[in-house]
Structure formats: structure tokens, C-alpha cells
């Protein structure tokens, strides 16, 4: 199975802004019931859209966001 992507804090912050990201809070059960057992490296808190394919459309995917850095 292929590992999560997993985004930066500052990526998501930016994707979330943008609405092509978001918690899982904003997802169905089954979709996260799913995910968990396609994924068992997702955190389950935290997804996104794919980027546009061929045909211009997006997929939500279940992603892993690393934790904020104290800089």
C-alpha cells in the first residue's frame, strides 16, 4: 500500500486558506472508516484534494500534516 502524503504545517495552513484542504470533521464515516483500513499510516485527522488529472478533476485523500516547529 502507498504511504500517506504527508504535508507540511505551513502546506496545509496555505491549502486549507485555499479550501483544497481540511480536518476530517468535514468528511463521512465511511470515508474515514475506509481510509483508516486503506491507510494504516494515516493519522486520520486530515485530508486534501489531489491535484487536477487529466481530465481536470481532483480526489480527496487522506494526508498526515507534520507537527507546528517553535522557530
Known sequence: ???????TRAEFDS???????GTVT???ENTVT???EQHPDWKAK???YSDPGHYGARFL????VTPRTNT
Open 26 to 28: 468535514a468528511l463521512g
Open 61 to 64: 485523500h487522506p494526508i498526515n
Open 46 to 48: 486530515h485530508w486534501c
Open 15 to 21: 491549502a486549507e486558506h485555499f479550501g483544497t484542504a
Open 1 to 7: 500500500m502507498p504511504d500517506t502524503l504527508t504535508l
Open 34 to 36: 475506509r481510509w483508516r
